[in-house]
């Protein structure tokens, strides 16, 4: 109990809190055993060394075994005891490091201890041609398929008539949740709406709505229709009363127009 004290460094998260004891000639040693799934190494740590309390072997089996990403991540948690429940627990549970969507303003992105589903990587391809406005074509690329084949060459890549196919299915189907939402929602809801016009000489609407979501301010663009061939102040509310009755919001609206 009086070394268990001294275990605090992040690196003991990665193994049984509890070593066993064990003597080999006459030496007494604690036998510390990876928590990783599937891996049934251990660190020895015999007791009449004086650097009884020297974590570098079991840093190297930890980049070994769970990856640097991981190790490094534990090293940012500071103590074993935060390493072990945000970091490795969750990477035990579900296979990423979720902690790392809670460190704020640093823009860190999960990585998973484990290969990516096939759903998973058809999911992941949506989210990154969405956010990056890439083609879907983009997964024909060469340097691409290089990149995510080498040493896995059996590994899963959707065509790009698939990412098509799941770009809108994805689309309709957030569609639909954001209208239960706003349907749903307790409270007041403010629509706004701008209008230009670009250098080809067309006209847009753009239509946004406005409300607290969980203590937090939540803005999010509701759709952006081409106003072409009619009076565009006539057409502007029209594509406004088109989207709240989409969204069965008519009654509930309070429009703010920017013009």
Same mark, same amino acid.
Do not use: C, H, M, Y
């Given at each position: 109990e009086r070394l268990r004290k001294g275990w605090t460094s992040p690196v003991y998260a990665f193994f /049984?809190?509890?070593p066993s004891i064990e003597y080999t000639n006459g030496r007494r040693s604690h036998v510390f055993k990876c928590m990783g799934k599937s891996c049934n190494q251990c660190v020895r740590h015999y007791l009449d060394k004086g650097d009884a309390k020297s974590t570098s072997n079991m840093a190297k089996h930890v980049k070994r075994c769970w990856g640097e990403i991981a190790y490094e991540a534990a090293q940012e948690a500071k103590t074993a005891a935060s390493a072990r429940e945000s970091i490795v627990g969750s990477i035990l549970t579900t296979g990423s490091i979720t902690s790392l969507f809670e460190r704020k303003g640093k823009g860190k992105v999960t990585y998973s201890h484990r290969q990516h589903t096939k759903s998973e990587t #058809?999911?992941?391809? +949506?989210?990154? +041609?969405? /956010?990056?406005?890439?083609?879907? /074509?983009?997964?024909?690329?060469?340097?691409f398929k290089s990149l995510m084949k080498t040493g896995q060459p059996e590994y899963y890549l959707p065509s790009p008539s698939t990412v098509? %196919?799941?770009v809108k299915l994805v689309f309709a189907n957030? %569609? #639909?949740?954001?209208a239960r939402m706003l349907r749903d929602y307790d409270g007041d809801l403010n629509f706004a709406t701008d209008v230009w016009t670009s250098p080809n000489h067309k006209a847009f609407v753009a239509v946004s709505v406005h409300l607290e979501h969980e203590g937090q301010p939540l803005a999010m663009l509701l759709d952006i229709v081409e106003v072409a061939k009619v009076c565009i102040a006539n057409k502007h509310e029209q594509a406004l009363i088109i989207l709240l009755v989409t969204f069965r919001h008519e009654s509930r609206a309070s429009i703010h127009e920017d013009t």
């Open positions: /049984e809190p509890t #058809k999911a992941e391809i +949506v989210r990154w +041609v969405s /956010e990056s406005l890439r083609p879907f /074509e983009v997964v024909n690329d060469r340097g098509s %196919r799941d957030v %569609r #639909k949740r954001i």
